[in-house]
């Protein structure tokens, strides 16, 4: 993407066999996203305003300050360019800086969208789009952040004046975690346990104000603050992450969010027929946002690793020549390209999930709850499964790129220390998957029934022939039919969902069992989504994909995320008696043919991200390979190297050194 000087990898760029501007645009989804996508990326990486170099230099006062300069300029760019909401998003990706902004739009009017009634979206959006006020998602508390029916703060019907009391009665129950909170948020959907008429209704969500729209100060009842420095010196510290206490708040009824649930003015409170799981409904928003995310994540690891990768040599010189690249160490190889394929299979599973999400939200909107309890179960899964694989896969780009994989200007270190709370926030990894289990079990309890499995779990319809099949895999090649590969992925997935459903039929309190067998659950919940991966990466493989080359590029990345998957879990396929030892191995040896494959392309499957030199903040993987000289004139602009001599040189390190050498004369 990057214009100038001499292409160190242009010789790499020649060996591709595919369509690069192409499969540009099918990373990006369609050739509109990928224009979007690419304009706005030059906007921000040529206007000096948004450079990010100087991140880890600034003490957390001047890194924050900082960034509510950026947006402040960011939002007053979207104004003056009439950026639309797309443009917008994608201007606030490439700044790559989190902030407020990320919660204000991500969250506080996600929540107000999906759980508000009309007329409270219709007073609150409006003022939100414009930024009149600036809101943050406030559940989490000290206490209590998975278990969300945990909550301790209250939000007490007031019949006398017709408002809500809210108050934070325990330590345990201040808010603590919200981002935008800490410094920024003029409101919050505070999530408190609704009391009316001394009965406990559980959690719900409310619009509280917490600061002045005219001086910012915290109006009466509220304390809030920032929790403090987090994982990283720069990274996520950009981030105001707040705490929150309420000391008997007064709000209207109606800024109690009511699409779910009403509190009329007599204090009576009526269920309407809207499941009370859409509460939860922004969680599944983000979810779903958060798994595109992981593909950007790690796309841009690999990126630098497979660039660094190329340009890197070491030993192997024959005759005074080049040393070997370390991209052609199979070792390397081995670990690079499976995250290569999972970068581009969590893209297309991402697509496949916002897809998802838009057809459920229609679906609520005409008041159909059918495709709910999926919605949820493939959001909370693959949130799950490609936070974890990114953020194990940043630090395993961090390895390959060795010693200087280490440096800041690598950009991997920060990348790893914004990335890896997505393992957390949005619920942790493990209570997701065990939410996948609870579904699985489900649905497999009702096989026989007549309820017919659908959506990501038809494949359990097939249950009789896929707990009793054989892989017919028996040369080299047969790994790379579609069809072999997916039923073993089925055969193993549901194999292991019915194990651990046996297992918990031997336990007369279900719940007992549940817990005791829940790594497990855990497990089966991890097979369950990695077969919906690879089989929303073999569907994509069946649309018409135009460009010379680039179908057979996703083929190939394809079977490597596939197989790479089998050979890792090995234990798992040959446990449960899907595939033989024999099989394995030739699927291992189907694997190594396909890395010589992806080989001579590397370069240009990581060029189709089209990132900017700007966006990946990396010296390691510049798009020009320049590597060696912009590490050595970037170590000098290390403030360190401002003086020959260290500051300090006089007070301690004088004395020692003095001291050694009348101790030697002694
Ligand atoms: C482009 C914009 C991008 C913006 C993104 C910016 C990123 C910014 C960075 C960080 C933001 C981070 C924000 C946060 O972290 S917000 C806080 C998130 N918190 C959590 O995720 C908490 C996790 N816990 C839970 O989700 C749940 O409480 C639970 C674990 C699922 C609850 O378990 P429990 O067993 O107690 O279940 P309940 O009794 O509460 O409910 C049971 C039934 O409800 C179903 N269920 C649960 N969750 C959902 C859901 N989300 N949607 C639909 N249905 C749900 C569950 O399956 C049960 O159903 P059943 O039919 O079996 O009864
Ligand atoms: C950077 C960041 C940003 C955040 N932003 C927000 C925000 O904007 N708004 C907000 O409301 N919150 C936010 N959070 C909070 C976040 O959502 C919670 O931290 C998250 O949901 C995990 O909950 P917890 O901290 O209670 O973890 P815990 O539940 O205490 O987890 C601790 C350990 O216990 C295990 N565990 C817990 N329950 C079970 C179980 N039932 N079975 C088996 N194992 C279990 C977990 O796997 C984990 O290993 C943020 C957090 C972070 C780190």
């Given at each position: 993407m990057?214009?100038?000087?001499?292409?160190?990898?242009?010789?790499e760029?020649?060996k591709?066999?595919?369509?690069?501007?192409?499969?540009?645009?099918?990373?990006a989804?369609?050739?509109?996203?990928?224009?979007?996508s690419?304009r706005?990326?030059?906007?921000?990486?040529?206007?000096?305003?948004?450079?990010?170099?100087n991140?880890?230099l600034?003490?957390?006062k001047?890194?924050?300050k900082?960034?509510?300069?950026?947006?402040?300029?960011?939002w007053?760019?979207?104004?003056?360019?009439?950026?639309?909401?797309e443009?917008?998003?994608?201007?606030?990706?490439?700044?790559?800086?989190?902030a407020?902004?990320d919660?204000?739009?991500?969250?506080?009017v996600p929540?107000i969208?999906?759980q508000?009634?009309e007329?409270?979206?219709q007073?609150?959006?409006?003022?939100?789009?414009?930024?009149?006020?600036i809101?943050?998602y406030?559940?989490?508390?000290?206490?209590?952040?998975?278990?969300?029916?945990?909550?301790?703060?209250t939000?007490t019907?007031?019949?006398?004046?017709?408002?809500?009391?809210i108050?934070?009665?325990?330590?345990?129950?201040?808010?603590?975690w919200?981002g935008?909170?800490g410094k920024?948020?003029?409101?919050?959907?505070?999530?408190?346990?609704?009391?009316?008429?001394?009965?406990?209704?559980?959690?719900h969500?409310?619009i509280?104000?917490?600061?002045?729209?005219?001086?910012?100060?915290?109006?009466?009842?509220?304390?809030?603050?920032?929790?403090?420095?987090k994982?990283?010196?720069?990274?996520?510290?950009?981030?105001d992450?707040?705490?929150?206490?309420?000391?008997?708040?007064?709000i209207?009824?109606?800024?109690?969010?009511?699409?779910?649930?009403?509190?009329t003015?007599e204090?009576?409170?009526?269920?309407?027929?809207v499941?009370?799981?859409?509460i939860?409904?922004?969680?599944?928003?983000?979810?779903?946002?958060?798994?595109?995310?992981?593909?950007?994540?790690?796309?841009r690891?690999?990126?630098?690793?497979?660039?660094?990768?190329?340009?890197?040599?070491?030993?192997?010189?024959?005759?005074?020549?080049?040393?070997?690249?370390?991209?052609?160490y199979?070792?390397?190889?081995?670990?690079?390209?499976?995250?290569?394929?999972?970068a581009?299979a969590?893209?297309?599973?991402?697509?496949w999930?916002?897809?998802l999400?838009?057809?459920?939200t229609?679906?609520?909107?005409?008041?159909d709850?059918?495709?709910?309890?999926?919605?949820?179960?493939?959001?909370?899964?693959l949130?799950?499964l490609?936070?974890?694989?990114?953020?194990?896969?940043?630090?395993?780009?961090?390895?390959?790129?060795g010693?200087?994989?280490?440096?800041?200007?690598?950009?991997?270190?920060?990348?790893?220390?914004?990335?890896?709370?997505?393992?957390?926030?949005?619920?942790?990894?493990t209570?997701?998957?065990?939410q996948?289990?609870r579904?699985?079990?489900k649905?497999?309890?009702?096989?026989?029934?007549?309820?017919?499995p659908?959506?990501?779990?038809?494949?359990?319809s097939?249950?009789?022939?896929?707990?009793?099949?054989?892989?017919?895999a028996?040369?080299?090649?047969?790994?790379?039919?579609?069809?072999?590969?997916?039923e073993?992925?089925?055969?193993?997935?549901?194999?292991?969902?019915?194990?651990c459903?046996?297992?918990?039929?031997?336990?007369s309190?279900?719940e007992e069992?549940?817990?005791?067998?829940?790594?497990?659950?855990?497990e089966?919940?991890?097979?369950?989504?990695?077969?919906?991966?690879?089989?929303?990466?073999?569907?994509?493989?069946?649309?018409?994909?135009?460009?010379?080359?680039?179908?057979?590029?996703?083929q190939?990345?394809?079977?490597?995320?596939?197989?790479?998957?089998?050979?890792?879990?090995?234990?798992d396929?040959?446990?449960?008696?899907?595939?033989?030892?024999k099989?394995?191995s030739?699927?291992?040896?189907?694997?190594?043919?396909l890395?010589?494959q992806?080989?001579?392309?590397?370069?240009?499957?990581?060029?189709?991200?089209?990132?900017?030199?700007?966006?990946?903040?990396?010296?390691l993987?510049?798009?020009?390979?320049?590597?060696?000289?912009?590490?050595?004139?970037?170590?000098?602009?290390?403030?360190?190297?401002?003086?020959?001599?260290?500051?300090?040189?006089?007070?301690?390190?004088?004395?020692?050194?003095?001291q050694?050498?009348?101790?030697?004369?002694?």
């Open positions: 990057e214009g100038g000087g001499v292409d160190h990898l242009a010789e760029r020649q591709s066999r595919f369509d690069v501007d192409e499969m540009k645009i099918v990373w989804g369609s050739r509109h996203a990928f224009e979007v690419d706005v990326a030059r906007l921000v990486a040529s206007d000096p305003a948004f450079r990010k170099d991140r880890n600034l003490s957390r001047e890194l924050f900082n960034t509510l300069r950026k947006a402040a300029y960011a007053k760019r979207i104004m003056e360019l009439r950026l639309t909401e443009e917008a998003a994608k201007l606030r990706f490439f700044i790559d800086e989190p407020y902004t919660l204000h739009w991500g969250m506080f929540a969208k999906g508000g009634t007329e409270q979206q007073k609150w959006l409006p003022l939100a789009y414009k930024m009149q006020i809101g943050c406030a559940q989490t508390e000290l206490g209590h952040g998975s278990n969300v029916q945990g909550l301790e703060t939000a019907f007031d019949p006398q004046t017709d408002e809500f009391i108050n934070s009665p325990t330590l345990t129950s201040s808010k603590w919200p935008g909170l920024v948020s003029t409101h919050a959907v505070a999530y408190a346990r609704l009391i009316v008429n001394g009965q406990d209704h559980g959690v969500g409310f509280v104000q917490l600061r002045s729209l005219d001086d910012h100060m915290p109006l009466p009842g509220i304390t809030v603050g920032d929790i403090g420095m994982f990283g010196s720069g990274a996520y510290n950009t981030m992450n707040g705490v929150l206490r309420f000391d008997h708040v007064r209207p009824r109606n800024q109690m969010l009511m699409r779910v649930l009403q509190v003015r204090g009576k409170v009526v269920q309407s027929d499941p009370r799981q859409l939860y409904g922004t969680m599944v928003y983000v979810r779903q946002t958060i798994v595109s995310d992981a593909s950007s994540a790690l796309s690891a690999v990126c630098i690793a497979t660039r660094y990768s190329a340009v890197r040599r070491q030993f192997g010189s024959q005759k005074g020549g080049p040393e070997t690249q370390v991209i052609d199979k070792t390397q190889q081995s670990r690079l390209f499976p995250l290569l394929a999972s581009y969590f893209r297309f599973v991402g697509e999930l916002k897809w999400y838009t057809d459920v229609q679906r609520l909107q005409a008041n709850f059918s495709t709910l309890p999926e919605a949820h179960a493939c959001t909370a899964g949130k799950s490609t936070t974890s694989a990114t953020a194990d896969a940043i630090e395993e780009c961090r390895k390959l790129c010693g200087h994989g280490y440096l800041t200007s690598s950009g991997l270190p920060e990348l790893f220390a914004v990335y890896i709370p997505a393992c957390t926030y949005e619920g942790d990894n209570v997701l998957l065990l996948v289990a579904f699985l079990m649905t497999v309890s009702q096989l026989g029934s007549g309820k017919q659908v959506g990501s779990t038809a494949y359990m097939r249950a009789e022939h896929l707990m009793q099949c054989r892989c017919s028996q040369r080299v090649e047969d790994w790379l039919k579609p069809d072999v590969v997916l073993a992925f089925e055969a193993r997935a549901l194999r292991m969902s019915v194990a459903a046996q297992n918990l039929s031997k336990f309190n279900p069992g549940f817990a005791e067998l829940s790594a497990d659950l855990a089966a919940a991890i097979a369950h989504c990695q077969l919906i991966v690879v089989s929303k990466f073999v569907e994509k493989l069946q649309q018409d994909i135009p460009g010379q080359g680039v179908k057979q590029q996703l190939t990345l394809c079977f490597v995320y596939s197989l790479h998957l089998l050979h890792k879990h090995q234990g396929f040959l446990s449960t008696g899907c595939i033989t030892p099989q394995a030739l699927a291992n040896e189907q694997l190594r043919s890395y010589s992806v080989r001579p392309n590397a370069i240009a499957l990581v060029d189709a991200f089209n990132y900017t030199d700007h966006y990946l903040g990396s010296v993987g510049r798009y020009d390979g320049n590597v060696y000289p912009t590490l050595y004139e970037d170590a000098w602009k290390d403030p360190l190297n401002d003086s020959v001599v260290p500051d300090g040189y006089h007070e301690y390190l004088r004395p020692v050194l003095k050694q050498l009348r101790n030697a004369r002694l």
